[in-house]
Every structure is written in structure tokens, then in C-alpha cells.
């Protein structure tokens, strides 16, 4: 299956500690990508990384991703009680976008 | 439009019964997904357009699921003989082209209730 597996399934932190989750998949991809989901609703779009980059920073967001090992990693820094949502990686491969099950984050004020 | 549309954003009804749901992409945007999310769960991929492509169909759980699509416009997933194990969020999400480097925009989703 080309679908990302995030990793944990939950995490639960301190407002101001790190967070971070992994993402792994099993094909080749054009791109990875990371969205977060509020209140099981629609998704939006955090962050995209292409399978030539190895990391990428947006305000308290970093990504990495290692091709070789088939996996990426989200770092969200300093997080806030705002950031408590789900967050899915999502493979594109060809021409289809497959997101994986989601980590369900939730930082404690 | 700004953003990606879908309608109604909450449908109930009872098992058995038809259901038609419709999204409404970005303008410009050529392609166009469908996912399912159960309840606490990830989104489990239904059917993908890309411009005027053959649609992929292979997420499609049961051949009660079809879905359609005007041009590059709006898409109508239809599930037909709803069952209580179809209660979920529909989502549709659109992006500018299926290609390497696009990023999807969703909408906010159709919850479904089967009673």
C-alpha cells in the first residue's frame, strides 16, 4: 500500500515542549505532504516537502524526510494548546494524493 | 469560488435510501478527490479526477459508491442503499493539478448519519 503510517497514533505534551511525529510509507513519491485537522472537519494544508528535499521550515514547523528510510518527520517547536489537532502526512505518488490514519495531538495549557 | 464547497454539510437518513453528495472545487482546479473519515479515524481514499482522464475508482468500497464529475467542475458522489456502516464525513478536496508539487484545498466535508 502506498499509504502514510504516522506514528504515534496519539501524543499528549506540555504547552512549550516539542512535538514530534513520523510519518512512513512503502512506494516511491513525488512529494510528501502534511496537513492538520481541527474538530474532524476539513483539512489544511501545512507544509509540502518534494522527494528531492530533505527539510523544510515553516514558522515553528520543521520537516525532514529521508527517502532512503521511507519516512518523514513533522517537529512542531514550542508547541501551544492551539495546536492540539489531528496531523496526517499525505503521499503523492503519479497522480493520487493518499493520506495515512493521523497522529492525534494534544498539548495540555 | 474561494474555496472548496460541499453540500449539505450534515445529511440524515434512513437506512436504505440514496444519497447524493456535491463538491464544488476551486475553480481551475483539475483535480478532484473523494475520501471517507469514520468517526476518530484517517481518510480512507474513494475516487480521484484528474482533468478529463478515466477517473480512479479503486477506493470505492462497495458498487453502491459512485461518483461523477461535469468537466472540471462539480462532483456528485452517490451512494445508493445506504447501510449504518456508511456513517462518516465525506470529504472532497481539490487540487490545481494531480502533478508532483500541488497542494490539496478541502472542504469542509458532509457528515452522514444512516439511522
Known amino acids: 500500500s502506498q499509504q502514510g503510517e504516522e506514528d504515534p497514533q496519539a501524543l499528549s505534551i506540555q504547552e512549550g515542549e516539542n512535538a514530534t511525529m513520523n510519518c512512513s510509507y512503502k512506494?516511491?513519491?513525488?512529494?510528501l505532504q502534511w496537513y492538520r485537522q481541527n474538530s474532524g472537519r476539513g483539512l489544511v494544508h501545512l507544509i509540502l516537502i518534494r522527494s528531492n528535499e530533505r527539510e523544510k521550515h515553516s514558522g515553528r514547523l520543521r520537516v525532514t524526510l529521508d527517502t532512503s528510510k521511507k519516512s518523514s518527520s513533522l517537529l512542531i517547536t514550542a508547541s501551544r494548546a492551539a495546536d492540539t489537532a489531528s496531523y496526517f502526512c499525505?503521499?503523492?505518488?503519479?497522480?493520487?494524493?493518499?493520506f495515512g490514519a493521523g497522529t492525534r495531538l494534544f498539548v495540555k495549557a | 469560488g474561494a474555496g472548496v464547497s460541499q453540500s449539505p454539510s450534515n445529511k440524515v437518513t434512513e437506512k436504505g435510501k440514496d444519497v447524493e453528495l456535491r463538491c464544488d472545487p476551486i475553480?481551475?482546479?483539475?483535480?478532484l478527490y473523494w475520501y471517507r473519515q469514520r468517526l476518530g479515524q484517517g481518510l480512507e481514499f474513494l475516487i480521484y479526477f484528474q482533468g478529463n482522464s478515466a477517473p480512479d475508482k479503486s477506493g470505492l468500497p462497495s458498487d453502491r459508491f459512485s461518483a461523477e464529475r461535469t468537466g472540471e467542475s462539480v462532483s456528485t458522489l452517490t451512494i445508493q442503499r445506504t447501510q449504518q456502516e456508511d456513517s462518516a464525513v465525506y470529504l472532497c478536496?481539490?487540487?490545481?493539478?494531480?502533478?508532483?508539487?500541488?497542494?490539496?484545498?478541502f472542504g469542509q466535508g458532509t457528515r452522514l448519519t444512516v439511522v
Open positions: 478536496a481539490s487540487s490545481l493539478d494531480g502533478g508532483s508539487n500541488t497542494e490539496a484545498f
Open positions: 499525505a503521499i503523492t505518488g503519479g497522480f493520487k494524493t493518499i
Open positions: 475553480s481551475g482546479h483539475t483535480a
Open positions: 512506494t516511491s513519491i513525488n512529494n
